[in-house]
């Protein structure tokens, strides 16, 4: 049995889309169960209201709500009784596999990082996330946001993560991995890219070399790498060219009456198209590289987000992916550091 808890308290709207979330996912996910953490009154008025499933839900009170426009770091020191971070600490003590929140990015980043530690080997956390593309084809990308300045060897430790992640999850027993550049040539890109493109070159994954972000959704690799500058804004281009382009249709088929009549016709067809573009069945980024699973739900989302939000998380969890991650990387790590030192040697 799958159990995560849930930062209830977080998010734009808080308790107003996390509680039917809940109830949306445990309709879907009986087998589950969930801890939702938050002021226990509110909480369960709340859950009385929605008519949740009382016998697969515990409530965790917390005196504390870490708001979305705080510091980190403030966060971390004056909020210790806070959702957010009593829902990671459940992770922690082993009563969840998986911790979801809507809450403050860095908030939740530096909590996680501070209650849970990084896995051996890993410098640095990458928020990572699923994107769709041709043919059903999901393609792993990250870092989308956690870390803003890289070294090269801290790329390549996201590419691993990634790759292994792939594999836990069943996805491809052995993912190509891309580097996110301005081109494909190996000449292409800044000093820390161009190293970073050596490193994966001699490393034991299987890297099939630099990719731009106009072939992202082409299913050119299954985990495109990145530093956490470059990967945030990618991620924001495309939500806002979603929200672009919808707007558009609507405005074209709205613009006369044949065009009405001719959207009318095509309405299938557009709601397929809808449904497989709603940024909310891509919800819930993955904090790699942590001992623990914890998943970052998009602050403004509604309820119907913050239940794919869990999906996320449950699909993390089933996979037991922490320790086959760390495994994994482990191994690569050392793999690279051998024929780095060999090729030391050759050179002396």
Not at 167 to 196: F, H, M, S, W
Request: hydrophobic share 45%; net charge negative; proline share 3%.
């Amino acid at each position: 049995m799958i159990t995560l808890s849930v930062d209830a308290m977080g998010g734009d709207v808080g308790l107003d889309v996390t509680v039917p979330a809940a109830v949306r996912f445990l309709a879907r996910r009986p087998e589950a169960r969930l801890i939702m953490v938050g002021d226990e009154s509110r909480l369960h008025a709340a859950l009385a209201a929605a008519q949740a499933p009382l016998d697969k839900i515990t409530v965790r009170h917390a005196t504390q709500v870490v708001e979305m426009d705080e510091a980190p770091q403030s966060a971390l020191k004056n909020k210790k009784d806070s959702s957010m971070r009593v829902a990671i600490e459940q992770v922690k003590a082993g009563e969840a596999q998986a911790a979801v929140s809507a809450g403050n990015t860095g908030a939740l980043m530096a909590t996680a990082r501070f209650v849970l530690k990084t896995l051996p080997g890993i410098e640095r956390p990458a928020i990572a996330k699923f994107l769709p593309g041709e043919n059903g084809h999901l393609t792993l990308a990250l870092d989308l946001g956690a870390n803003i300045d890289c070294s090269a060897a801290q790329i390549v430790q996201f590419a691993a993560m990634g790759s292994e992640l792939v594999k836990a999850l069943g996805l491809n027993a052995n993912p190509r991995v891309g580097l996110l550049n301005i081109g494909t040539e190996e000449i292409k890109g800044t000093e820390v890219v161009k190293q970073t493109f050596a490193l994966l070159r001699q490393s034991s994954l299987n890297f099939v070399g630099n990719v731009e972000a106009d072939s992202l959704f082409s299913g050119a690799a299954d985990v495109i790498a990145a530093d956490g500058f470059v990967g945030n804004i990618v991620l924001k281009t495309i939500e806002s060219s979603v929200k672009f382009m919808g707007a558009s249709i609507r405005e074209e088929f709205n613009r006369s009456l044949f065009n009405k009549l001719g959207g009318l016709a095509a309405k299938p067809a557009l709601n397929g198209v809808r449904d497989r573009f709603d940024p909310r069945r891509y919800n819930g980024a993955i904090f790699l590289g942590l001992r623990g699973v914890v998943i970052k739900s998009h602050g403004g989302t509604d309820a119907t987000g913050f239940a794919f939000a869990l999906e996320e998380a449950y699909h993390e969890a089933e996979a037991a992916s922490i320790e086959k991650i760390s495994q994994g990387v482990a191994d690569s790590l050392a793999a690279l550091a051998a024929v780095q030192a060999e090729q030391a040697a050759g050179e002396v």
